[in-house]
């Protein structure tokens, strides 16, 4: 089977069959996750305490919008 026939039977295949397809492809190319999928104790305060930052002031930062304006000047001079 080619590449391209087997990426032209990808969407047929049930979530559970991509599912496997995908820890194959993880155990084969060793990107599997590390752990579980948890956050760890560090990543959970940092992740607290951006939050908080943002709920004191929630107008703080830029817009998705402003971010991709950058981003696209950025890319484009």
């Known amino acids: 089977m ?4 087997i990426l032209a039977e990808l969407p047929k295949l049930t ?7 995908q820890a194959k492809l993880d155990e ?7 752990d579980d999928g948890r956050l760890s104790p560090e990543h959970k305060a940092a ?5 908080a ?10 817009s998705w919008e402003e971010v991709q ?4 000047a950025k890319l484009h001079s």
């Open 15 to 21: 979530p559970a069959e991509l599912a496997e397809v």
């Open 69 to 72: 304006a950058r981003l696209r």
């Open 28 to 34: 084969l190319t060793g990107d599997g996750w590390l």
């Open 53 to 62: 930052e943002h709920e004191k002031d929630p107008d703080a930062g830029s």
């Open 2 to 5: 080619t590449k391209t026939e």
């Open 47 to 51: 992740l607290q305490a951006e939050l």
